[in-house]
C-alpha cells in the first residue's frame, strides 16, 4: 500500500457516514456519466483482446486463463474507488459489456459476464449502504469473487477431474488474480484522482 493509500484511508471522506437526502447517492450529474462512459469504452479495449485469450487458453492451460480473471475486476475497482458513488461499478461494467457486443464472439452475453464480476465490486459497499469506502473494502469483494468463481465453475473447468493440488492451485490462482486486479484498478484510480479526474464528493458530508 502506498502512502497516498494510507493517507486516503485515514481522510475523513473514507470513513464518515454521510447524511444526505434520500437519494441523492444515486443521482449521476453528467460528469459522472461522462466519466462511467469512458471507464467503460476503456476496459472494452482493454477485456476484448483479453476475452479471446482467456478462451483459448481455457482448455489446454486453464490455469494461466485463471491468471487474467482479475482484469474484468478492473474497470469496476476503478470506477468505484474514483467516483465513489453507487452502482458506478455496474453502469461502467455495463458499458463495457455492450461495447464488447460485437467483438467478444459471446454477443450479449458478455454484458452479463461483465455485470456478473462487476456485482463483486460493488457488493461490498452494498452491505454498508455505501456510506464507507475503505480500502479493505474493495480487497473484501476481490476475495469473494475468488472463492465464488471457481466453484461456480467448477463443471466447466471439470474441477472434479483434477488432483487435489490442481485443484488447490486453481483457487489459488483465482484468488491471487482478483486480488491483484483490484490491486492495480486501486493504483489506476488512485493516480487518476491526482491528476484531476473524477471526484470524491460523494462521501463529503452534506
Given at each position: 500500500m502506498s502512502g497516498a493509500d494510507a493517507a486516503g484511508d485515514l481522510a475523513p471522506s473514507d470513513a464518515v457516514v454521510r447524511k444526505a437526502e434520500?437519494?441523492?447517492?444515486?443521482?449521476?450529474?453528467?460528469?459522472?456519466?461522462?466519466?462511467?462512459?469512458?471507464?467503460?469504452?476503456?476496459?472494452?479495449?482493454?477485456?476484448?483482446?483479453?476475452?479471446?485469450?482467456?478462451?483459448?487458453?481455457?482448455?489446454?492451460?486453464?490455469?494461466?486463463?485463471?491468471?487474467?480473471a482479475g482484469l474484468w475486476l478492473l474497470p469496476s475497482v476503478i470506477a468505484l474507488r474514483l467516483l465513489r458513488r453507487p452502482l458506478v461499478g455496474l453502469l461502467v461494467a455495463l458499458i463495457a459489456g455492450l461495447v464488447l457486443v460485437p467483438f467478444s464472439g459471446y454477443g450479449f452475453g458478455s454484458v452479463l459476464t461483465n455485470l456478473w464480476w462487476a456485482a463483486f465490486t460493488e457488493l461490498p459497499f452494498l452491505f454498508v449502504l455505501w456510506r464507507y469506502w475503505g480500502t479493505s473494502m474493495h480487497y473484501v469483494g476481490a476475495v469473494a469473487v475468488g472463492i465464488v468463481y471457481p466453484i461456480s465453475a467448477w463443471a466447466w473447468f471439470d474441477l472434479g477431474s483434477m488432483t487435489l493440488f490442481a485443484q488447490v492451485a486453481f483457487f489459488a490462482v483465482t484468488m491471487a488474480s482478483c486480488v491483484g486486479g483490484t490491486a492495480l484498478g486501486i493504483v489506476i484510480a488512485d493516480r487518476l484522482r491526482k491528476a484531476g479526474v473524477g471526484t470524491p464528493t460523494a462521501t463529503i458530508l452534506r
Open positions: 434520500p437519494g441523492r447517492r444515486f443521482r449521476f450529474p453528467t460528469a459522472i456519466l461522462l466519466t462511467c462512459a469512458a471507464l467503460g469504452v476503456a476496459g472494452a479495449v482493454l477485456l476484448a483482446p483479453m476475452n479471446w485469450l482467456s478462451t483459448l487458453l481455457t482448455g489446454p492451460l486453464p490455469f494461466l486463463g485463471m491468471a487474467l
